[in-house]
């Protein structure tokens, strides 16, 4: 009584007071019902009538849906389109898409929440600090459960969207930054990365424990190739896609969680380590950014030294611009814009501009040039020697 895959019964997958019962015909489905309501009056406790529903859910959506009338405790059960189990809605038809926008709204909410203690642009806290909260408050929420799921790269890119959205909110940066850059100032993880730790570290719990009824399941699904998004079709493609040992090996030779969580880790935060810097590597606007020091983890020195005053934090979010090449100077405004803009720098009114004349030849902003400019020298010839500094940097627009 009850669904089986394969051999393997499936029929009733039950977490602490939660149940699903599944059934392929109508008259084992009843009698389930019927089962589970005589074994809650022989331990006393009630069924909620109204969180418990019933989904009828056709294989062939060419198939003549008829309505089934289910019944507990001689009442009729409610239908509905979807139910929620362990916090994953089952529906119908459009089950990602209809999870995703749960946990998109639900982010949001909680993001919305932390405004209250700083957690936005400009005026909160260093952009550092605010990652870290977005990481142990939203983050989870975001992606609670969706690492069962088999998402497709619509279902991604809803994802990807409002988590680049919020990092580039709590940096101040435009939309218009390039997406490497939102990610290395920060040493943020895109959000594919953030699912596929996961999806291994849920591999890792199901062979651990000691669900055989689950594990050969799964192994059936792989072997017969019932789908290419099977649970073990996807970790076996992000095991070869992080150079990590295939599962087959893995389930023999499985290491201890944590020692399993720290390979995965490393592995995932070296490759996306590279694909980033390699992207900003093609990006003319981020050639000020140094790239080859930034790291997965490790925030850019602009949010490292920054301390927490608004006013220093105001002054990080232009550097972070210049850094990023989305810091609009008066040339800028004057190619593009559709009236006539004299491109004058309007602190000296002197010439043209650009991020040559701001950061080397202002005379307005010599005072503060010249004070952080002793120290770079300072500490650049202490690494690379005076005759360096003189043949490398002998003129100012150099060191721009």
């Given at each position: ?10 029929g009733?997958p039950?977490?602490?007071d939660d149940i ?10 009843q ?7 005589r074994?809650?009056?022989k ?8 969180k418990?529903?019933?989904?009828n859910?056709y294989s062939?959506?060419k198939?003549t ?8 405790d ?6 509905a389109n ?21 946990r998109?709204s639900?982010?949001?909410?909680t993001?919305?929440?932390?405004m209250?203690v ?17 990481r ?8 609670y459960?969706?690492?069962v799921?088999?998402?497709?790269n619509?279902?991604?890119k ?10 580039r909110?709590?940096?101040?940066l435009?939309?218009r ?7 290395l100032l ?8 953030e ?14 424990s000691?669900?055989e ?9 792989y ?27 893995l389930?023999?030779?499985?290491p201890?969680k944590l020692?399993?969580?720290?390979k ?6 070296n490759y996306?380590k590279?694909n980033?810097q ?9 050639k ?5 020091n930034?790291d ?8 490292n ?25 008066q040339s800028?405004?004057?190619?593009f814009?559709?009236?006539n ?6 602190i ?15 005379p ?20 690379i020697?005076?005759?360096n500094w003189?043949s490398?940097?002998h003129e ?5």
């Amino acid at each position: 009584m009850g669904q089986y895959i394969g051999t393997n019964f499936t029929g009733c997958p039950t977490c602490a007071d939660d149940i699903i019962l599944l059934a392929s015909t109508e008259e084992e489905m009843q009698s389930m019902l019927d089962t589970s309501k005589r074994y809650s009056d022989k331990h006393r406790y009630k069924i909620h009538p109204t969180k418990s529903v019933t989904i009828n859910k056709y294989s062939n959506s060419k198939t003549t849906k008829s309505e089934v009338q289910f019944k507990l405790d001689d009442k009729n059960m409610p239908s509905a389109n979807q139910g929620t189990y362990l916090g994953i809605i089952r529906a119908i038809k459009d089950q990602n898409k209809t999870n995703i926008q749960d946990r998109i709204s639900l982010a949001r909410r909680t993001a919305y929440s932390l405004m209250n203690v700083g957690v936005h642009g400009t005026n909160g806290l260093n952009p550092k600090t605010s990652y870290m909260i977005y990481r142990v408050y939203v983050l989870p929420r975001l992606l609670y459960s969706l690492e069962v799921l088999p998402l497709n790269n619509g279902d991604i890119k809803l994802l990807r969207d409002f988590h680049v959205n919020f990092l580039r909110q709590i940096q101040a940066l435009p939309s218009r930054t390039a997406i490497s850059a939102v990610y290395l100032l920060l040493g943020a993880l895109p959000i594919e990365a953030e699912i596929h730790k996961r999806v291994l570290s849920l591999f890792h719990s199901i062979f651990s424990s000691n669900n055989e009824n689950l594990k050969k399941a799964l192994e059936r699904q792989y072997v017969l190739q019932t789908h290419e998004l099977t649970f073990l079709n996807r970790v076996a493609d992000l095991l070869c896609m992080y150079n990590l040992p295939p599962w087959t090996y893995l389930k023999d030779q499985l290491p201890s969680k944590l020692s399993w969580k720290c390979k995965a880790r490393e592995a995932i935060n070296n490759y996306w380590k590279v694909n980033l810097q390699r992207d900003a590597n093609s990006k003319t606007t981020l050639k000020f950014l140094c790239i080859p020091n930034l790291d997965i983890g490790k925030p850019h020195t602009i949010w490292n030294s920054l301390p927490p005053n608004t006013g220093e934090l105001r002054k990080a979010t232009i550097k972070a611009r210049l850094c990023t090449g989305t810091y609009i100077f008066q040339s800028q405004k004057a190619r593009f814009s559709n009236i006539n803009l004299d491109a004058t720098c309007p602190i000296c009114q002197l010439e043209e501009e650009d991020i040559i004349h701001f950061l080397t030849r202002c005379p307005v902003l010599e005072g503060i040039r010249r004070e952080s400019l002793s120290v770079i020298k300072r500490i650049t010839i202490s690494k690379i020697g005076l005759g360096n500094w003189n043949s490398n940097f002998h003129e100012r627009t150099c060191i721009a």
